[in-house]
């Protein structure tokens, strides 16, 4: 069964970092291409970053740019999300998902076809 699995949220203070990490179970991340989504409560989910299969494609929401950063370790089989300076908008539940296609490029609006189970990021004094 192909899973993705994330990992790395809790609870920290604005202006603090976390991050997150998004590993597979059950196959090889290195011909995915990886997206990291956000749901706030009472909001909808929202994109937040993605890398494509190659890793020289990275896009991110308007709201994280200079903030978050991407990445890939194929030799780990995973992929992080370095969230910075983070601000109390940034609370939400986490998802990272995967998808064979999107090989040089990727989008956030897309149908990603693995999707894990959420972490929890906190963003409070």
């Known amino acids: 069964q192909l899973q993705v699995v994330e990992s790395g949220g809790g609870l920290v203070q604005p202006g603090g970092s976390l991050r997150l990490s998004c590993a597979a179970s059950?196959?090889?991340?290195?011909?995915?291409?990886i997206g990291w989504f956000r749901q706030a409560p009472g909001k909808e989910r929202e994109g937040v970053s993605c890398i494509s299969i190659s890793g020289g494609g990275t896009a991110y929401a308007d709201s994280v740019k200079g903030r978050f950063t991407i990445s890939r370790d194929n030799a780990k089989n995973t992929v992080y999300l370095q969230m910075n300076s983070l601000e109390p908008e940034d609370t939400a539940v986490y998802y990272c998902a995967a998808t064979p296609w999107l090989a040089t490029y990727c989008v956030m609006k897309y149908a990603y076809d693995y999707w894990g189970q959420g972490t929890q990021v906190t963003v409070s004094s």
């Open positions: 059950g196959f090889t991340l290195d011909y995915y291409a």
